[in-house]
């Protein structure tokens, strides 16, 4: 624990209020499934009594989907001066906090890069602007009403949030980071310290120094109460070198404090029983409008309408995802008699390559470049097997995207994927029932021993049940949702008194959750 935080500090009673800050929440801005998650598990909790807030930047495209928005603060004398803006999110009614920099977030590109792909410059200061206003939130300084009790931070945009609090040394509400992706750190050049507006001290090495650099996902480790990340087996894998990506130490210091919690599926939005952007629905008990699906996206993309089994890769194509390791083994991959189609976008020589690939491997295997996330439900829906092969892993919420509609994963053995695929081969199949197809080695030749095996499985043995068993696997935000509870419980008991599945919950627009 650090200053200012008093887990027995009492306030009246009512329900625990929560301020959700994340880089990005769907539908108000989205570029993965950080998006996905930062709406679900907020209503998730809401629905079990939290009062919750989400806070996101003021992206152009937020603004214009928020709903009754009205203008709530003015922060002049934050990085490049901005305004709080409250509303509602369109989709689900959950209160939202955003902040309007004009300066930081009205432009062209992409979230968090311009037009040709590079990172924005002046990122620290658009995250920090961020930061800083949440912390005014939180510390009732934009709402005289409203003063959370914990402050639950997302990633490296939202890590300067735990530094910032601790810093203001006043009582203040207890701190909760998510990591969601080692990988991304938001690091920047020292040179940049004076534009965070935090004491110097806070850049030492025992801080947010990193390598001569600012670490803000460093500074979220050190200076948060407690820590979590999105799976059990991510959670011990980023302790060891390999995964820590240079923070394995600063994480083995906080170990004590940190754990994985399995991010989980909005059923609400994934399932292909009532997805009205299929060509067919289909059910566990009826499985005829999958082959529907496959029928339909065969013809669209120009297949043969009587190839072999259809696998996908519906990702990003970058070094993570192992689409370079795919690229290499694509010729073997064909060679078992499937139909390919990719569907991603990312590094620009990988997109060009799998362009060029499709034109020398057509009708078997094709590729659509970019990503349209309507698209991308379509070819999971059409899909027999789903490639989500992963150098590393946190959680993985596409592999568990397609095991809910039919589409078995072939993916590597590592982070989430242990905690959420049982390969068809295992023991543990047996017992729990095979959902998918793991192997262990980041190489071509492993992929596509995979690829051979699965399309063994689906020439050769009951392919049907597997799926079933696949799409019956339950990782709804419910279980998650009650493990943050609990969490957060343990942070601020006082404001979990009476607890709060005894209240009634928060009042949320019923027709729009």
């Known amino acids: 624990m650090f200053p200012g935080f008093d887990a027995t500090e009492m306030r009246a009673p009512g329900p625990s209020r929560v301020l959700f800050v994340s880089s990005e929440v769907y539908p108000l801005a989205k570029t993965g499934g950080l998006a996905d998650v930062s709406a679900a598990l907020p209503l998730s909790l809401r629905l079990l009594g939290v009062d919750i807030r989400l806070m996101l ?113 006043a009582t203040r509400p207890a701190t909760l980071l998510t990591i969601h992706n080692m990988a991304f750190q938001g690091n920047f050049s020292i040179d940049v310290a004076a534009d965070l507006q935090l004491p110097l001290e806070m850049f030492s090495t025992d801080g947010m120094e990193f390598f001569g650099q600012i670490s803000f996902l460093k500074g979220g480790i050190r200076y948060a109460d407690r820590l979590t990340t999105v799976s059990p087996n991510y959670a011990k894998e980023i302790l060891m070198p390999r995964y820590g990506c240079g923070l394995d130490g600063a994480l083995r210091a906080r170990a004590d404090d940190l754990v994985g919690i399995l991010n989980g599926v909005d059923y609400s939005v994934w399932d292909p029983s009532r997805d009205t952007d299929l060509p067919s629905q289909y059910t566990t008990e009826d499985l005829s409008g999958k082959v529907a699906c496959k029928a339909a996206i065969r013809q669209e993309l120009g297949l043969d309408a009587s190839g072999g089994p259809l696998i996908v890769f519906v990702n990003r194509l970058t070094h993570q995802k192992m689409a370079d390791i795919l690229l290499s083994a694509l010729p073997a991959i064909l ?142 935000w419910k279980r998650s949702a009650d493990r943050y509870l609990d969490l957060y419980r343990k942070l601020r008991p006082a404001a979990f008194a009476p607890p709060a599945d005894a209240r009634q919950p928060p009042e949320i627009d019923k027709e729009a959750a």
């Open 57 to 169: 930047p003021g992206y152009p495209q937020a603004l214009d989907l928020l709903l009754d928005k009205k203008v709530v603060a003015t922060f002049e004398d934050l990085p490049a001066g901005g305004r709080l803006v409250a509303g509602k999110a369109p989709d689900s009614g959950l209160p939202v906090y955003l902040y309007d920099s004009p300066a930081l977030y009205r432009r062209g590109g992409s979230l968090y890069q311009d037009a040709q792909g590079q990172d924005w410059p002046d990122n620290h200061l658009r995250y920090a602007g961020l930061c800083h206003a949440a912390a005014r939130v939180a510390l009732g300084e934009a709402d005289s009403a409203w003063r959370a009790d914990i402050v639950h931070a997302n990633d490296w945009h939202a890590a300067l949030l735990p530094a910032i609090l601790a810093a203001r040394g």
């Open 335 to 476: 060679k078992s008699g499937v139909q390919f189609v990719l569907h991603g976008q990312g590094d620009k020589s990988l997109e060009s390559a799998f362009a060029e690939a499709a034109k020398g491997h057509a009708p078997q295997f094709a590729a659509r470049i970019g990503y349209e996330e309507r698209f991308a439900r379509r070819l999971t829906a059409a899909a027999d097997m789903s490639l989500t092969a992963s150098r590393f892993e946190p959680c993985g919420l596409t592999t568990m995207y397609a095991m809910r509609y039919g589409a078995l994963p072939v993916t590597r053995h590592v982070g989430g994927v242990v905690d959420t695929v049982v390969d068809a081969e295992s023991a543990k199949a047996a017992e729990e029932g095979a959902t998918g197809f793991v192997f262990e080695e980041e190489t071509p030749t492993a992929m596509a021993a995979c690829v051979h095996r699965a399309t063994h499985w689906f020439h050769e043995r009951d392919w049907s049940q597997v799926q079933r068993s696949a799409m019956l696997r339950d990782f709804g």
